[in-house]
């Protein structure tokens, strides 16, 4: 019918996060949606013991006029994770959000908004870091886990594209099946990005749709921060576009930040820390490259 509402479908992968989880779900409960779309909201538990079921199982018994559906993915792995959620999505839309985060009460309302008026394939919104708790000096001064913003309309590259805060048109994930791909152990989104792109996909910014990301306590640790720059560098390698130049570029800025981070630790911790991640990621493609992977892990869980 011309003037049925269309339907958003909510995903939401987890692993063992249940208080975050919860937080979210509360804050999808009160979504505004004037009337233009209903929702439903598919939440993939991507840890094999259902950690995250009675979370789920709970809210969806007080959220008696959303439907919620609870899926297990036993396979640890956020690309497969992300194909189990898309899979189990139903209606015109997809919207996919992250269990550290939490939005505002309009902002489905103004990823649709954008997303109809723009007539885009998808829309992307701003992810803010938001601290429980006090964070060091150095974390605020370094403007770690800070994420670039655009105005309302921008065509995002690829490169700079994410799912953490994202709306398109179900018929997307129709190009290629499954979308995720489980090589990627993070990054799998940019790659999704990348071959959208290829295809004609047009994905923009709309910079009044936020979410607030919470960057929790395991997260100001140095060995964390390191880990997942090793693993956005081997993520880095395995993309069609690294090439010669690429390789030789991080060749030279490994030795380069070596020699550079006696002087940025006298310009505080924060300079510091900064040059340190970036050597990683430039190191972590190196041993890529060269078939090593320190991070034994499925992905860095913070």
């Not at 938001?130 to 994420?147: A, L, M, N, Q, S």
């Not at 140095?222 to 090439?243: D, Q, S």
Request: charged share 25%; hydrophobic share 45%; aromatic share 10%.
């Amino acid at each position: 019918m011309p003037n049925q509402p269309k339907h958003i479908s909510i995903c939401v992968c987890t692993y063992k996060r249940p208080i975050l989880l919860q937080r979210l779900l509360q804050a999808l409960l009160g979504q505004e949606t004037l009337g233009l779309f209903t929702f439903s909201i598919v939440v993939v538990d991507n840890d094999r013991l259902r950690s995250a079921e009675p979370v789920v199982s709970d809210f969806a018994a007080a959220a008696k006029l959303i439907p919620v559906r609870y899926c297990e993915e036993p396979r640890q792995n956020i690309a497969l994770a992300r194909n189990k959620a898309v899979e189990n999505a139903s209606g015109d839309f997809v919207a996919i959000i992250d269990d550290d985060e939490f939005p505002e009460g309009d902002w489905l309302l103004k990823l649709f908004t954008a997303c109809e008026e723009y007539r885009v394939d998808g829309v992307l919104g701003p992810v803010k870091r938001y601290f429980d708790e006090e964070p060091p000096g150095w974390i605020v001064k370094g403007h770690f886990y800070e994420r670039p913003s655009h105005p309302t309309g921008h065509i995002m590259p690829w490169m700079e594209s994410r799912t953490g805060n994202l709306l398109t048109r179900r018929e997307v994930f129709h190009e290629e099946v499954p979308p995720f791909r489980p090589a990627f152990r993070a990054g799998e989104d940019q790659d999704f990005f990348r071959r959208m792109a290829g295809r004609g996909r047009i994905f923009i910014w709309c910079n009044e749709a936020v979410v607030y990301e919470v960057v929790t306590p395991s997260r100001w640790k140095r060995i964390y921060m390191l880990r997942k720059a090793l693993l956005r560098g081997e993520t880095a390698a395995l993309h069609p576009t690294v090439g010669p130049l690429s390789v030789i570029k991080s060749v030279i800025a490994v030795p380069a930040y070596v020699l550079a981070l006696p002087i940025a630790a006298l310009l505080g911790q924060h300079r510091f820390m900064d040059l340190l991640v970036r050597l990683f990621d430039h190191l972590g493609k190196l041993l890529a490259l060269i078939g090593l992977n320190p991070v034994k892990e499925p992905y860095v869980a913070g």
